[in-house]
């Protein structure tokens, strides 16, 4: 299962296109690669029974309304970033760097208030369950952004090579 979920946010991710790319277009390369779209693959991960699913999908959809959110905000910082980079100033770092962590923290934020809605509608397994694939799927996502994503100056330093 790693390995395929690896296989999926690796093919929709790379600094050029994601930088200038919407999440509408990362979620079609998605379900054109697999077929499925992501509530597909959570749900045939959950295996859930009919009347869990019924009340985990209300989780789930209200989850994925404020994830979409905050991954809007996060490609914004990202675009914001980029159109940045060649003239970064201290007061334009100090405002990304801010604005990361507070999008960091909204995720966390999200993960608990999800992890305790989710406890209710489908039990404490099934809810942890869903934590730890959402939060895999969102260390991959955010591991391959940082390796796409240059270092503050380290494209200067490659042009003095």
Do not use: C, W
């Amino acid at each position: 299962m790693k390995n395929f979920l690896l296989l999926i946010f690796m093919a929709i991710v790379s600094f050029p296109s994601f930088a200038q790319s919407s999440f509408k277009e990362d979620v079609d390369v998605l379900q054109s690669v697999y077929g499925k779209s992501k509530s597909d693959l959570v749900k045939q991960y959950m295996n859930l029974s009919d009347t869990q699913s019924a009340a985990f999908t209300k989780v789930y959809d209200n989850y994925e309304t404020e994830r979409k959110a905050l991954g809007q905000a996060k490609f914004q910082l990202i675009n914001d970033y980029a159109a940045n980079y060649a003239t970064l100033t201290d007061e334009k770092a100090d405002e990304l760097a801010k604005g990361t962590l507070k999008n960091h923290l909204a995720y966390e934020k999200l993960y608990s208030k999800t992890y305790g809605q989710a406890k209710k509608a489908v039990g404490a397994i099934n809810a942890a369950k869903f934590l730890q694939l959402e939060v895999y799927l969102q260390t991959i996502i955010r591991a391959e952004i940082l390796e796409s994503v240059p270092f503050i100056g380290e494209l200067d330093k490659s042009k003095l090579q």
